[in-house]
C-alpha cells in the first residue's frame, strides 16, 4: 500500500470539488459563458472522483498498473463526468428544493459507483459485492453529497452575513465522500484478479 499516492489523489480531489463548485455558484452571476463554466464544473468534479478511484487502486498495487484496459478506463471517465453533469443540471438555474438535492446527490453517488466498478474491470478483476455492506455504503455516499450541495445551494439556512466558508466546507465534504466512497466500496467487494493474460 502506497499512502504517497492516496494523500495526492486526495489533495487533487480536494481541489477539484472546490474548483467545480466555484464554477457552478459563478453561474448564478455571470452573463456570459455559463455553458463554459457549467462544462468546466462538470469536467473538474467529474475527473476529481475518477481520480481518486484511479489513484487509488493503483496505491493497493503498483503491479497491476501494466494491465488496465485503457479503453475501460476511459469509459469510466466518460461515465462519471456524465453522471456528474446530471447532478448539477438538476441544481443549476432554478429555485433548488429538497427534489432537486436528492436527485443530485443520486446522480453523484452514481458517479462514484460507476466509477469505482468499471475500474475494477478496467484491471481484471471479478467482483462479488456484499449486499449489506454495499447498501450501507451507498448510503453513507449519498448522505454526504447531499449534505455538501445542500450547504452551497441552499444557503439560505444558514445565517445571514460572510457565507465564504461554505464553499471550502463543502469540497471538504465532498472530498470526504469521494474518499470514503472509495474505500467503502472496496471493503464492500470482495474480489479475485483474473489471472489470463490480456491478448492483444
Request: aromatic letters at 16%.
Amino acid at each position: 500500500f502506497n499512502p504517497f499516492l492516496v494523500i495526492f489523489a486526495i489533495v487533487l480531489s480536494i481541489m477539484a470539488s472546490y474548483t467545480a463548485l466555484d464554477m457552478f455558484t459563478l453561474i448564478k452571476t455571470s452573463v456570459k459563458n455559463k455553458r463554459f463554466l457549467f462544462i468546466g464544473g462538470t469536467f473538474s468534479m467529474g475527473i476529481g472522483i475518477w481520480i481518486m478511484n484511479f489513484m487509488g487502486l493503483l496505491a493497493g498495487d503498483l503491479s497491476r498498473f501494466a494491465d488496465y484496459q485503457v479503453p475501460m478506463t476511459i469509459l469510466s471517465l466518460i461515465i462519471g463526468i456524465s453522471f456528474t453533469g446530471m447532478a448539477f443540471y438538476a441544481l443549476i438555474g432554478r429555485n433548488v428544493k429538497l427534489a432537486h438535492l436528492l436527485i443530485g446527490s443520486f446522480f453523484l453517488t452514481l458517479a462514484v459507483i460507476s466509477i469505482h466498478i468499471l475500474g475494477m474491470y478496467a484491471i481484471n478483476m471479478d467482483l462479488h459485492f456484499q449486499p449489506f455492506i454495499f447498501v450501507l455504503s451507498v448510503f453513507i455516499i449519498f448522505g454526504s453529497f447531499l449534505i455538501s450541495i445542500w450547504m452551497v445551494f441552499h444557503p439560505k439556512n444558514f445565517m445571514s452575513g460572510n457565507q465564504s466558508w461554505l464553499k471550502p466546507v463543502s469540497a471538504l465534504i465532498i472530498t470526504g465522500a469521494i474518499v470514503e466512497g472509495h474505500f467503502l466500496l472496496k471493503r464492500a467487494t470482495s474480489f479475485n484478479l483474473n489471472s489470463q493474460p490480456n491478448t492483444p
